[in-house]
């Protein structure tokens, strides 16, 4: 029995190393034996812990370097370590086969049953101290497999020198280490359960990588840091509210800006903290959502193909660099969205695809766990170890890294089983639905969860369709996010805004058609890095006319955007109305700024979101009909919009109006609920911001005439191409 485990352990085959290697008795009382396996060495002796006394050579049995010391003398067991004799050097270390358990029985019974809520504490790579030795932890879940072992730089990479112990109840492989560190690479050598070696794979909660197109982990460790931010944690809650303003700006780490001094090299999260932050601040955005900063193999996915889902990219620096971003964020007062991918995952070889050799994390029915459009492999969200390690996931980046919430991509195409697939190509669900059960509960879930432990957080939804609910507390039969993009009124929007303004008046309602639904979820408007890239060019480029027309209409779209209900989202290079379509691989083109019909928007977005934040009735009823009436809905021969938005205050009105053709409209008479005097907080004609200054609006007075069903009505002249805001504050 002996020699076939031997053989077993030489040719990497064998399932439970722990029961060969190390320190034995064969019956109790007897004596001790030591087993170790270390091919290329000559010879190797048994040594004492305490005290460094030899306690016996060990005799070489298998050519490849299996080693047994029988000690006939020794009857109990006793801590040791091993002198080896290599062909060029003698080292003396400890036997990794001496050590216990890594996990312990709460962990292994967690594990198990997949509600490890903190799982990434266990799984993975963990410098710590085991029996008074300094090492590192290792824990891998590949229940199928037939064999595992870690192979890194503490093992020159040899799959045979490092076979992990198997917790068979709960499918998990674990082993200590002791000499690692952290900093050195690692990655598990899995033999399939039919006897497959696969290919090296990635560890699935490694806390770093190695910087593409290299693609190991790297052993980092749950290290403390010195956060700075408690004030912020303390009192971010309400920045979170439904009630509170929220622009956010979505950026793309690796463009926003480049080095190109140095090889067009990305900046590092310390240049983001320093450069980006202050700039989000200046503009006045209380968000930065970045497109995912999960570690991802191939930089034209923009991330949304990560592999390291519990690594932030090494692109920009190290873990704790991010933590300092985080920080800088913070101390700004700004908050930190992840755009974050639960939906799919690339196939790899050194990813979660075929883990240990079988469909573990994916589904192993293609109908169900690939997705055609995207080339990637859908979550068993069904298994309760997948759907556990993605919980962990999330509330990892809200724990362990501070951030401020969830924008989670791509949520129709977990929603529905048919979702981009032809009638064949896809399963019903046990009720013979197409809705996806599995994937639903797992939302929910995500969604209890991030709220009910980090208060203060938001979720987000990427969700293109007319699913019900998605917004709204689990139990009133939602699915739990805070937020909803409202991908339906970008759509109408943009569309109408690209049309000649002499056919807008046939288009009219796709600027009112979002108020049919606008409160049936607590939207985020938003014109996010998919309107800017596959060759639907920038947004001053989707504009018509000539070049002031373009900007002209730029800029009162904004005003619409900024005024209208919801929340407010703009991708990086809008602000700057930047001429070229978003590219991953280049900056932004800031000398765009030099040129003041640029620097004019980027005024215009920095004014609009202050007085989005300041003025009440613009964001406090965001997302409650309350706060909005039209004033003018249909004036579509003129191509003009009027309407109110109201605060908390009953007394504090502001009045927008909206002319999208190039005509001013002049003694254009609105109707306004309360009498006074209404002051321009913002005129996207003026000439600060780029535009013509010909049509200036300050101050106007109410008169007794009823109009548009009111009992007081303003006159002014609707500049061409423009928005206006009009604040009534007071008695």
Same mark, same amino acid.
């Given at each position: 029995?002996?020699?076939?485990?031997?053989?077993?352990?030489?040719?990497?085959?064998?399932?439970?190393?722990?029961?060969?290697?190390?320190?034995? =008795?064969?019956?109790?009382?007897?004596?001790?034996?030591?087993?170790?396996?270390?091919?290329?060495?000559?010879?190797?002796?048994?040594?004492?812990?305490?005290?460094?006394?030899?306690?016996?050579?060990?005799?070489?049995?298998?050519?490849?370097?299996?080693?047994?010391?029988?000690?006939?003398?020794?009857?109990?067991?006793?801590?040791?370590?091993?002198?080896?004799?290599?062909?060029?050097?003698?080292?003396?270390?400890?036997?990794?086969?001496?050590?216990?358990?890594?996990?312990?029985?709460?962990?292994?019974?967690?594990?198990?049953?997949?509600?490890?809520?903190?799982?990434?504490?266990?799984?993975?790579?963990?410098?710590?101290?085991?029996?008074?030795?300094?090492?590192?932890?290792?824990?891998?879940?590949?229940?199928?497999?037939?064999?595992?072992?870690?192979?890194?730089?503490?093992? /020159?990479?040899?799959?045979?020198?490092?076979?992990?112990?198997?917790?068979?109840?709960?499918?998990?492989?674990?082993?200590?280490?002791?000499?690692?560190?952290?900093?050195?690479?690692?990655?598990?050598?899995?033999?399939?359960?039919?006897?497959?070696?696969?290919?090296?794979?990635?560890?699935?909660?490694?806390?770093?990588?190695?910087?593409?197109?290299?693609?190991?982990?790297?052993?980092?460790?749950?290290?403390?840091?010195?956060?700075?931010?408690?004030?912020?944690?303390?009192?971010?809650?309400?920045?979170?509210?439904?009630?509170?303003?929220?622009?956010?700006?979505?950026?793309?780490?690796?463009?926003?800006?480049?080095?190109?001094?140095?090889?067009?090299?990305?900046?590092?999260?310390?240049?983001?903290? /320093?450069?980006?932050?202050?700039?989000?601040?200046?503009?006045?955005?209380?968000?930065?959502?970045?497109?995912?900063?999960?570690?991802?193999?191939?930089?034209?996915?923009?991330?949304?193909?990560?592999?390291?889902?519990?690594?932030?990219?090494?692109?920009?620096?190290?873990?704790?660099?991010?933590?300092?971003?985080?920080?800088?964020?913070?101390?700004?007062?700004?908050?930190?969205?992840?755009?974050?991918?639960?939906?799919?995952?690339?196939?790899?070889?050194?990813?979660?695809?075929?883990?240990?050799?079988?469909?573990?994390?994916?589904?192993?029915?293609?109908?169900?766990?690939?997705?055609?459009?995207?080339?990637?492999?859908?979550?068993?969200?069904?298994?309760?170890?997948?759907?556990?390690?993605?919980?962990?996931?999330?509330?990892?980046?809200?724990?362990?890294?501070?951030?401020?919430?969830?924008?989670?991509?791509?949520?129709?195409?977990?929603?529905?089983?048919?979702?981009?697939?032809?009638?064949?190509?896809?399963?019903?669900? =046990?009720?013979?639905?197409?809705?996806?059960?599995?994937?639903?509960?797992?939302?929910?879930?995500?969604?209890?969860?991030?709220?009910?432990?980090?208060?203060?957080?938001?979720?987000?939804?990427?969700?293109?369709?007319?699913?019900?609910?998605?917004?709204?507390?689990?139990?009133?039969?939602?699915?739990?996010?805070?937020?909803?993009?409202?991908?339906?009124?970008?759509?109408?929007?943009?569309?109408?805004?690209?049309?000649?303004?002499?056919?807008?008046?046939?288009?009219?309602?796709?600027?009112?058609?979002?108020?049919?639904? =606008?409160?049936?979820?607590?939207?985020?408007?938003?014109?996010?890095?998919?309107?800017?890239?596959?060759?639907?060019?920038?947004?001053?480029?989707?504009?018509?006319?000539?070049?002031?027309?373009?900007?002209?209409?730029?800029?009162?779209?904004?005003?619409?955007?900024?005024?209208?209900?919801?929340?407010?989202?703009?991708?990086?290079?809008?602000?700057?109305?930047?001429?070229?379509?978003?590219?991953?691989?280049?900056?932004?083109?800031?000398?765009?700024? /030099?040129?003041?019909?640029?620097?004019?928007? =980027?005024?215009?977005?920095?004014?609009?979101?202050?007085?989005?934040?300041?003025?009440?009735?613009?964001?406090?009823?965001?997302?409650?009909?309350?706060?909005?009436?039209?004033?003018?809905?249909?004036?579509?021969?003129?191509?003009?919009?009027?309407?109110?938005?109201?605060?908390? /205050?009953?007394?504090?009105?502001?009045?927008?109006?909206?002319?999208?053709?190039?005509?001013?409209?002049?003694?254009?008479?609105?109707?306004?609920?309360?009498?006074?005097?209404?002051?321009?907080?913002?005129?996207?004609?003026?000439?600060?911001?780029?535009?013509?200054?010909?049509?200036?609006?300050?101050?106007?007075?109410?008169?007794?005439?009823?109009?548009?069903?009111?009992?007081?009505?303003?006159?002014?002249?609707?500049?061409?191409?423009?928005?206006?805001?009009?604040?009534?504050?007071?008695?």
């Amino acid at each position: 029995m002996l020699q076939g485990g031997i053989d077993a352990i030489v040719r990497a085959d064998h399932g439970d190393p722990f029961s060969i290697l190390g320190m034995h =008795q064969l019956q109790a009382g007897g004596p001790v034996e030591v087993r170790t396996f270390l091919p290329g060495a000559e010879r190797v002796w048994v040594i004492e812990a305490d005290g460094g006394a030899v306690a016996g050579e060990m005799e070489k049995i298998h050519p490849d370097g299996f080693f047994l010391g029988r000690l006939p003398e020794r009857r109990d067991r006793f801590r040791y370590r091993l002198r080896v004799d290599f062909p060029l050097a003698t080292m003396e270390f400890e036997d990794v086969y001496r050590f216990g358990n890594v996990l312990g029985e709460l962990d292994v019974h967690l594990l198990a049953e997949g509600t490890h809520l903190k799982a990434y504490e266990r799984l993975g790579a963990h410098p710590r101290e085991l029996d008074g030795v300094q090492g590192v932890a290792f824990a891998v879940w590949a229940p199928n497999a037939r064999r595992v072992s870690v192979v890194g730089d503490f093992c /020159d990479w040899d799959g045979r020198r490092l076979p992990m112990r198997r917790r068979v109840e709960a499918g998990v492989w674990e082993i200590f280490v002791p000499h690692a560190q952290a900093g050195q690479r690692y990655k598990f050598e899995i033999r399939g359960a039919n006897g497959d070696l696969l290919p090296l794979k990635a560890d699935p909660v490694a806390f770093e990588g190695e910087l593409r197109p290299a693609n190991a982990s790297v052993v980092h460790g749950l290290r403390d840091y010195d956060w700075r931010d408690a004030e912020w944690m303390r009192t971010r809650a309400a920045a979170g509210e439904r009630t509170a303003p929220m622009c956010v700006y979505e950026v793309h780490l690796g463009s926003w800006a480049r080095v190109p001094e140095e090889g067009n090299r990305f900046l590092t999260y310390a240049e983001l903290a /320093d450069r980006l932050v202050p700039y989000a601040r200046d503009m006045g955005f209380t968000h930065i959502e970045m497109l995912p900063v999960t570690e991802h193999p191939f930089d034209g996915s923009w991330g949304y193909q990560p592999i390291g889902l519990y690594a932030p990219t090494k692109r920009h620096g190290s873990p704790e660099d991010f933590k300092r971003f985080v920080d800088a964020c913070h101390e700004a007062g700004i908050g930190l969205l992840l755009d974050w991918v639960p939906g799919h995952f690339p196939t790899d070889p050194h990813g979660l695809g075929w883990f240990d050799g079988t469909h573990l994390y994916e589904h192993a029915d293609p109908r169900q766990g690939y997705h055609m459009d995207w080339n990637t492999l859908i979550y068993n969200f069904g298994r309760r170890e997948v759907s556990n390690y993605l919980l962990g996931n999330a509330l990892f980046w809200l724990d362990h890294y501070h951030l401020d919430g969830l924008r989670v991509d791509a949520v129709a195409s977990m929603l529905y089983l048919d979702y981009s697939r032809k009638a064949d190509q896809w399963v019903p669900n =046990q009720f013979g639905g197409r809705e996806n059960l599995e994937s639903i509960a797992f939302l929910k879930r995500m969604n209890e969860l991030a709220y009910g432990n980090h208060p203060g957080t938001v979720t987000v939804a990427e969700e293109s369709t007319a699913w019900p609910g998605v917004s709204r507390p689990t139990w009133l039969g939602g699915l739990g996010f805070g937020y909803k993009w409202n991908m339906g009124w970008m759509h109408d929007t943009l569309s109408y805004m690209q049309k000649d303004p002499i056919h807008r008046r046939y288009h009219h309602h796709q600027l009112t058609f979002g108020l049919v639904y =606008q409160f049936s979820e607590n939207f985020v408007l938003p014109l996010s890095h998919d309107e800017v890239v596959h060759g639907k060019g920038s947004l001053i480029t989707k504009m018509p006319g000539d070049s002031w027309q373009k900007f002209a209409n730029l800029r009162a779209y904004y005003g619409f955007m900024w005024t209208h209900p919801g929340k407010k989202l703009l991708f990086m290079g809008g602000e700057i109305a930047q001429w070229r379509e978003w590219n991953e691989d280049a900056s932004l083109d800031w000398h765009l700024t /030099d040129d003041p019909m640029h620097k004019g928007v =980027q005024d215009l977005i920095r004014t609009l979101n202050g007085v989005y934040r300041s003025c009440a009735p613009l964001h406090a009823f965001d997302c409650d009909p309350q706060g909005f009436e039209w004033i003018e809905a249909n004036d579509s021969d003129n191509c003009v919009l009027a309407f109110l938005r109201k605060g908390p /205050d009953p007394e504090h009105h502001v009045v927008v109006v909206g002319g999208f053709t190039p005509i001013p409209r002049e003694n254009y008479r609105v109707g306004v609920s309360l009498p006074g005097t209404y002051r321009c907080l913002v005129n996207t004609d003026d000439a600060r911001f780029g535009g013509s200054g010909s049509f200036t609006v300050e101050t106007l007075e109410t008169e007794e005439v009823p109009w548009h069903g009111r009992p007081y009505s303003v006159t002014l002249t609707v500049p061409p191409l423009a928005t206006v805001v009009l604040e009534r504050r007071g008695g």
